[in-house]
T-cell receptor
Framework: KAGVTQTPRYLIKTRGQQVTLSCSPI?????VSWYQQTPGQGLQFLFE???????NKGNFPGRFSGRQFSNSRSEMNVSTLELGDSALYLCASSSETGGAETQYFGPGTRLLVL | AQKVTQAQTEISVVEKEDVTLDCVYETRDTTYYLFWYKQPPSGELVFLIR??????QNEISGRYSWNFQKSTSSFNFTITASQVVDSAVYFC????????????FGDGTTLTVKP
């Protein structure tokens, strides 16, 4: 099976702009989670989608949003970018078959906000 | 609230040495999952192991072994006969069994294995 894919891999934006990141989960996985990784804050949970519904949300401002499509692909959007949004954004997918959930991560999108 | 502590920020060893990465966790849940991930310079988190809280058996996979002790809330990871390719950042993580899509990560331990 193909792994989790994320596009784009690298992105440079300026303050105030908005950005959309995409994640395609492993085939058959219905849960997609997003994490932000920065040197200062480490890996922080953003949100999780399952069957097109947001199931969990981390402690991030409303500028961070996401959605999931019927084919389980997910997008996250950050509006009004701030310098502090520069980070590696990781997407993870998991299958909930038999309760044996394990998250498999994509390569991430490196976002630089200037 | 859940918390994962990896007290070792950086560890440096010489090839073929054994090295143990520590992980201590806090949770009020009686059932939970513990994970270890490896993050090479490319950035992708590579899944290494998942352990259920009700299974305290230690596990060995090749040069890797994990020691889970519920009594001390620890889930330590040992690499035997380390190799240069083991150089990476290693993360310990915790999630609720009913909420596995939301994991709490430690700050990671950067392991450098020198030839």
């Amino acid at each position: 099976k193909a792994g989790v894919t994320q596009t784009p891999r690298y992105l440079i934006k300026t303050r105030g702009q908005q950005v959309t990141l995409s994640c395609s989960p492993i085939s058959g996985h219905r849960s997609v989670s997003w994490y932000q990784q920065t040197p200062g804050q480490g890996l922080q949970f953003l949100f999780e989608y399952f069957s097109e519904t947001q199931r969990n949300k981390g402690n991030f401002p409303g500028r961070f949003s996401g959605r999931q499509f019927s084919n389980s692909r997910s997008e996250m959007n950050v509006s009004t970018l701030e310098l502090g949004d520069s980070a590696l954004y990781l997407c993870a997918s998991s299958s909930e078959t038999g309760g044996a959930e394990t998250q498999y991560f994509g390569p991430g999108t490196r976002l630089l906000v200037l | 609230a859940q918390k994962v502590t990896q007290a070792q920020t950086e560890i440096s060893v010489v090839e073929k040495e054994d090295v143990t990465l520590d992980c201590v966790y806090e949770t009020r849940d009686t059932t939970y999952y513990l994970f270890w991930y490896k993050q090479p310079p490319s950035g992708e988190l590579v899944f290494l192991i998942r352990r259920n809280s009700f299974d305290e058996q230690n596990e060995i996979s090749g040069r890797y072994s994990w020691n889970f002790q519920k009594s001390t809330s620890s889930f330590n990871f040992t690499i035997t006969a380390s190799q240069v390719v083991d150089s990476a950042v290693y993360f310990c993580a915790l999630s609720e069994v009913t909420n596995a899509g939301k994991s709490t990560f430690g700050d990671g331990t950067t392991l450098t294995v020198k030839p």
